[in-house]
């Protein structure tokens, strides 16, 4: 609702995302980079298949994965897990300093 511009009759003009601070991403936990370079990885992730990949219990999985998406850091569509595309760009470069991504 904020970044609402204008509203006309059929359409919702929504402000630039350039004044959007993403600095939070430099505080994610490390276990949650790797979480996040797996669903990028593998183009999104289900709970089992997390908890496979990881060796995880599914109760951890569900734990790691809801975290990320009540960050808004990853969205769920039906039932797999993706990296949220508005910040997308913004985690693959920090992924990328942090040598996690090449």
Request: charged share 20%; aromatic share 20%.
């Given at each position: 609702m904020q970044s609402t511009e204008k509203v006309t009759d059929d359409?919702?003009?929504?402000?630039s995302l350039r004044d959007v601070d993403l600095k939070f991403i430099e505080s994610i936990s490390k276990s949650k980079y790797l979480a996040i370079r797996a669903i990028l990885i593998h183009n999104g992730l289900s709970i089992e298949n997390y908890a496979r990949l990881f060796r995880v219990s599914t109760e951890n999985s569900s734990h790691v994965l809801n975290q990320l998406f009540n960050d808004g850091i990853v969205i769920k569509k039906d039932g797999v897990f993706y990296v949220n595309f508005l910040i997308y760009s913004q985690l693959i470069t920090y992924l990328k300093k942090l040598n996690l991504l090449s």
């Open positions: 359409t919702i003009f929504i402000k």
